[in-house]
């Protein structure tokens, strides 16, 4: 499984960005779409998924009611989209996506980052 993550960016407090995750390869219907992110001296934390047979979303406390995740499939790719909105300069960090096998505990694919600045 490959994965592809864009539309990071600089944008100032309030504003809205929409990262986008591209995944191809032995990608299966079900698979478990998340994203993480990483800001500078922390440790990387869970920030949304999405997945399972009735994509079923699940979201850190943190970005509840800000953020949205959501899948599109097509044929073998399917793209997962993190909108958010209402960014504040704590969601400054570098998001990742990554995907896992329904059932599985830990997430085997992950994509390069992309960074997400909030300017005060």
């Known amino acids: 499984v490959q994965l592809q993550a864009s539309g990071g960016g600089l944008v100032q407090v309030g504003g809205s960005l929409r990262l986008s995750c591209a995944a191809s390869g032995r990608t299966a219907f079900g698979d478990i779409m998340g994203w993480f992110r990483q800001a500078p001296g922390k440790e990387r934390e869970f920030v949304a998924s999405i997945g399972g047979q009735f994509s079923i979303t699940d979201y850190a406390d943190s970005v509840k009611g800000r953020f949205t995740i959501s899948i599109s499939r097509d044929n073998a790719k399917s793209t997962v989209y993190l909108q958010m909105k209402n960014l504040k300069p704590e969601d400054t960090a570098v998001y990742y996506c990554?995907?896992?096998?329904?059932?599985?505990?830990?997430?085997?694919?992950w994509g390069q980052g992309t960074l997400v600045t909030v300017s005060s």
């Open positions: 990554a995907s896992k096998r329904r059932g599985t505990v830990h997430y085997d694919y």
